[in-house]
C-alpha cells in the first residue's frame, strides 16, 4: 500500500478508497478497513475540506471550496498531512474522474 | 487517533467531553451471537454455556446487520458464548463483511482449523481475537477449562501459519496472571499478534469469583505501570481507565462508553448499555421491536439518561475525577455500590472502604446460561441395607417358583 509521508497542498488528494467516513454532531470518524485504524475528526470545516478533496483539482482548491479562508489554510494542511501520514488520504492523479 | 486543527477555536471542546452526549451510531458494538460454548470459564461475563431457543435466526441476524450498514457501524465486535460454534457463523460472517460491516470475534480457538485461519488471513475485513487468561496451561486452565491452553495456542500456530498478521491475543487481568505479562507479549509476538488486556468484571459468573480473581491493589500499581510502559503496543479497549487515578492518564478515551459509544445486543437481540451490564437495569430494547437497533439506540430512555454529563457524586472533589470519571459502572452495580461514587476497585482505595459496609444481597446477572452438568462438589454417601417391614428379599425375575412372591397366609 503506498504512504505518502509528504502531503503537498498543491496536488490533488482523495480518501482511501478502504476509508469510511461517518458525519457525526462534533465533526466525523473516519475508518480505514485496511489498517483498522479509527480517527476522529473534531471540525465540521474539517470533513467539508476531506467531502471536497475528491473533486477538486487540489487540496488548496478543496480548501477554497468548502469556505477556509487563507489564512486558516497552514492549520487545515497540517491536519491533513496528519491524515496523508495514516494511508487516510491518498495522493490520485488530477485527471481521476469521480 | 484524533484530527484536530492546532491553535482551535476557543468553544473546541475535549473529544471526551463531546463523546459524553453520545453519537449518532455506536462506535463499538459487541454482539453476542449464542450463549452456547464449549467452555464454562470461570469468570464468564455473560454466564454462557447453553444456547438459548429464542436466539436470533440466521434472517434476523442479517437483518440487524443490513440496519448496522445504514447507521455506518464500521465494525462489531462479536462474541458469546462461543460464536464460531453457531452453525451459521460464517455465512453471517461474509454477509456482514459484503455489506461493509468489518467484523474481529473473540473465539477460544476451537473452530480456528488451518483450513478455517487460511480462509479468515484471506478475508481483510475480518480480525481475530483468541482468548487467553494465563501465559501458561496451568493459570489458564484454572479459569477457561483442562484443555483450553492447548486449544488457544493451536489456533494462534493456526492462524499465523495462514499468514494472519496483527490478529489479537484477549488477555482478562486477574490475581494470578498479573506477574505474565512479559510472557503474554512474548506469546503475541511469538504468532505477530497483538496483546489486548482487559479489566475482569464482576458480571455474570464473574460475580462468582470476582473477590478470588480480581487484582489485589499492588498488583494495580504493577498493572498499571506495565501499560504504561508497553501503552502504544497494547490494546486495552479502554477498560483501565480508573488506573488513571496513579497519576498520569493512560492513552484512550477515558470514559465510561456505556450507551454513549459501545452497547451490547445480546444472543436474544437484547440491547443492553454495555457488555459488562447483562442486567434488566441496563436493558434498553430489543432489535425486533418496531424501531429495530437503530430506534433503541437513539431513542431509548436508558440510553438518553446515560448521555447526560457524569454527575461525580462521592467523586466529584477527589483530584483524579477528570480522568477516572469513577470508574467502572458494571463493577460498581455488581458488587452494590452507588454508581455516582467510587469504583471497587479504586486505586485511592475508597472503594474498598464502601464495600466493606455493602449490606445484603448486591444484584444479580438477569439470565444465567451456564452448562448444568457441573461436577457435583462432594460425594454422596448411600447406605444399602434391607426394609425392616419385608420377611423376604423382594422378588425378581428369575425366581423359579409359579407361587413366588404369592402371600399365602
Known amino acids: ?98 | 487517533m484524533t484530527i484536530e486543527l492546532q491553535a482551535p477555536p476557543a468553544r473546541t471542546e475535549r473529544l471526551v467531553d463531546l463523546f459524553e452526549y453520545g453519537l449518532d451510531a455506536p462506535i463499538c458494538l459487541t454482539w453476542e451471537l449464542t450463549y452456547a460454548c464449549n467452555l464454562s470459564c470461570t469468570h464468564c461475563l455473560s454466564s454462557s454455556g447453553r444456547r438459548d431457543p429464542r436466539e436470533l435466526s440466521t434472517e434476523q441476524a442479517k437483518a440487524v446487520i443490513d440496519e448496522l450498514e445504514a447507521m455506518q457501524v464500521f465494525y462489531v465486535n462479536i462474541g458469546g458464548g462461543e460464536p464460531t460454534v453457531r452453525p451459521d457463523f460464517w455465512e453471517l460472517l461474509d454477509y456482514a463483511t459484503e455489506h461493509h460491516v468489518g467484523v474481529k470475534f473473540s473465539t477460544n480457538g476451537v473452530r480456528i482449523t488451518p483450513q478455517v485461519a487460511a480462509r479468515l488471513a484471506a478475508n481483510d475485513y475480518v480480525d481475530v481475537q483468541i482468548s487467553l487468561d494465563g501465559a501458561t496451561a496451568e493459570v489458564n486452565d484454572a479459569v477457561r477449562g483442562r484443555g483450553s491452553y492447548d486449544m488457544a495456542m493451536r489456533a494462534m500456530a493456526n492462524l499465523a501459519e495462514a499468514g494472519m498478521t496483527n490478529f489479537k491475543l484477549s488477555v482478562v487481568c486477574t490475581r494470578h496472571n498479573i506477574a505474565q505479562l512479559d510472557e503474554f507479549k512474548q506469546i503475541a509476538d511469538r504468532y505477530g499478534a497483538q496483546l489486548r488486556l482487559t479489566r475482569l468484571r464482576p458480571s455474570g459468573r464473574g460475580a462468582d469469583v470476582w473477590d478470588d480473581l480480581h487484582p489485589l491493589p499492588h498488583q494495580q500499581r504493577e498493572l498499571y505501570d506495565w501499560l504504561v510502559a508497553n501503552g502504544d503496543q497494547v490494546l486495552t479497549g479502554d477498560s483501565f481507565f480508573h488506573l488513571s487515578a496513579f497519576g498520569e492518564a493512560l492513552p484512550g478515551l477515558n470514559l465510561c462508553g456505556a450507551g454513549r459509544v459501545v452497547c451490547l445486543i445480546d444472543p436474544i437481540g437484547d440491547v443492553y448499555a454495555c457488555p459488562f451490564a447483562i442486567h434488566d437495569e441496563f436493558l434498553a430494547g430489543n432489535v425486533l421491536g418496531t424501531g429495530g437497533f437503530a430506534g433503541v439506540w437513539r431513542h431509548s430512555p436508558l440510553f438518553l439518561q446515560l448521555r447526560e454529563p457524569q454527575q461525580g457524586g462521592a467523586c466529584s472533589s477527589c483530584a483524579f475525577f477528570d480522568t477516572c470519571k469513577g470508574g467502572c459502572m458494571a463493577a460498581k452495580f455488581f458488587t452494590g455500590l452507588p454508581l455516582d461514587g467510587p469504583d471497587p476497585e479504586c486505586v485511592q482505595g475508597y472503594g474498598e472502604a464502601l464495600l466493606a459496609g455493602v449490606r445484603g444481597e448486591v444484584p444479580r446477572p438477569s439470565g444465567d446460561h451456564s452448562h448444568r452438568t457441573a461436577p457435583a462438589k462432594r460425594p454422596v454417601s448411600v447406605t444399602i441395607s434391607r426394609r425392616d417391614d419385608l420377611a423376604r428379599p423382594p422378588v425378581s425375575f428369575c425366581e423359579e417358583s409359579p407361587l413366588a412372591g404369592a402371600d399365602l397366609r
Open chain 1, 1 to 98: 500500500m503506498p504512504t505518502a509521508t509528504v502531503f503537498d497542498l498543491d496536488r490533488a488528494w482523495d480518501l482511501h478508497p478502504q476509508v469510511s467516513v461517518r458525519p457525526e454532531p462534533f465533526g466525523a470518524l473516519l475508518y480505514h478497513f485496511g489498517t483498522r485504524k479509527l480517527s476522529f475528526l473534531k471540525d465540521r470545516g474539517l470533513l467539508a475540506v476531506v467531502q471536497a478533496l475528491a473533486t477538486a483539482p487540489t487540496a488548496r482548491a478543496a480548501c477554497q471550496d468548502a469556505g477556509v479562508g487563507a489564512d486558516d489554510i497552514p492549520r487545515y494542511a497540517r491536519a491533513l498531512t496528519v491524515l496523508a501520514r495514516s494511508s487516510m488520504l491518498l495522493e490520485r492523479s488530477p485527471a481521476d474522474d469521480h
